[in-house]
């Protein structure tokens, strides 16, 4: 698939990962100290990997949480900050176990509830996938 332009884009996937907290449902939310920015957790595909395989590692990598695939949700579409393409398929998780420890990639993981999550989330794609996950969630 080529986007305008015909240039592939950088294929990436990611989870809104969702736990049921004391007054209700909670998301965990990044902190990426390379661009100072709160996200939900994402990354580049490896080389052949598909993309659901891609967004368990990803997740598991930045937040220490192994994960479950719940629904996907809706494809995020934008270019990225050297103004390529980026393709960002996310899906719904559930936490199996695991815990986080800071790593280069993520110095922070915030549990918030929904509406804080919206508020703290720096991108506006994150804010839509966010919303869709409540909705799907319940």
Do not use: Q
């Not at 936490?95 to 991108?123: I, K, M």
């Amino acid at each position: 698939m080529s986007a305008a332009g015909g240039e592939e884009p950088v294929r990436a996937a990611g989870g809104v990962v969702i736990r049921e907290g004391r007054a209700g449902a909670e998301v965990a939310v990044v902190h990426r100290p390379r661009y100072d920015d709160w996200s939900l957790p994402k990354g580049k595909l490896d080389p052949g990997e598909g993309f659901a395989a891609g967004a368990l590692r990803e997740v598991e990598e930045e937040t220490g949480l192994s994960c479950e695939l719940g629904d996907e949700l809706s494809p995020a579409r934008y270019r990225d900050a050297r103004g390529r393409p980026k393709l960002v398929r996310y899906w719904l998780m559930t936490v199996r176990g695991g815990a986080f420890t800071p790593n280069d990639e993520v110095d922070a993981l915030e549990w918030l509830p929904l509406a804080e999550a919206s508020v703290r989330l720096d991108y506006e794609h994150d804010r839509r996938l966010l919303a869709e996950a409540g909705a799907a969630a319940g």
